[in-house]
């Protein structure tokens, strides 16, 4: 899942640029969602704080409440992997960004020719993403591309014949069968039951009495087979 935040206080500009991330994302097939706001306030800096998967903020350098530039700031001291687009009418605060030591993906000028150098840029923000390691795989005409890191567990779905991943910020029911997972996954994840699979790295505690895992989000699973030798588990604590 791509998170596009989108900030721009004119209407207009605004729909344009969603118009280019839905333009763009129709022809990749890849899951996004697109939030938009007028102004960097207390709403907005609510997504910024939200744990979500990937983020790709679009944004405006002058709004009512903040600049673009500290929000960029704010953002950079919490996140930094998410990319910065910024677009702009200001031309000439281009050197202010880059003398605030921001790492941001691309500074655009609204008056030249916008629409293709935000799909450009978008572009590369997806590429880099894909460059991470990912769970990678198409489900019903959907193509995911889901962090290892963000993944916690996969489990069969006990009302169908498919599996739901449960990540850091969502869960996704799709059609595979785990047999399909385990076989794309890396060491850093084991079958701990013959319907579920965990990510060993994000086990924060294992309760062997109960064989109950806790994960570093909180988030509890005993779906841990007696069978299973849980000191395997405790070794990736």
Same mark, same amino acid.
């Given at each position: ?82 990319? @910065? =687009?910024?677009?702009?009418?200001? +031309? ?5 960004? /880059? #003398?605030?030591?921001?790492?941001? !993906? ?57 599996? @739901? =991943?449960?990540?850091?910020?969502? +869960? ?5 069968? /785990? #047999?399909?997972?385990?076989?794309? !996954? ?52």
């Amino acid at each position: 899942m791509i998170n596009f935040i989108i900030c721009d206080d004119n209407l207009e500009m605004r729909d344009n640029i969603l118009d280019v991330v839905a333009t763009f994302m129709m022809a990749k097939e890849i899951e996004y969602k697109t939030h938009l706001y007028s102004d960097y306030d207390d709403e907005f800096m609510k997504i910024v704080n939200q744990k979500l998967s990937f983020k790709i903020y679009i944004l405006d350098i002058e709004a009512p409440t903040r600049t673009g530039i500290d929000v960029a700031r704010i953002i950079r001291h919490k996140d930094e992997d998410s990319a @910065i =687009i910024f677009i702009t009418g200001h +031309e000439e605060l281009g050197p202010r960004l /880059l #003398s605030k030591d921001i790492t941001f !993906l691309a500074f655009i000028n609204k008056f030249d020719d916008y629409k293709n150098r935000l799909q450009y840029n978008i572009g590369k923000a997806i590429s880099a993403l894909e460059k991470r390691k990912c769970l990678r795989f198409e489900d019903s005409s959907t193509l995911y591309a889901l962090p290892y890191h963000d993944i916690l567990y996969i489990e069969k779905d006990s009302l169908g014949r498919g599996t @739901i =991943i449960v990540t850091e910020f969502n +869960e996704f029911k799709v059609h595979k069968p /785990l #047999s399909f997972f385990r076989a794309k !996954l890396d060491d850093s994840f084991v079958q701990t039951h013959r319907a579920c699979i965990m990510n060993k790295e994000r086990i924060m505690s294992v309760n062997k009495k109960e064989h109950l895992v806790t994960f570093d989000n909180g988030m509890k699973s005993d779906l841990v087979s007696t069978r299973f030798k849980i000191e395997e588990l405790i070794r990736g604590v």
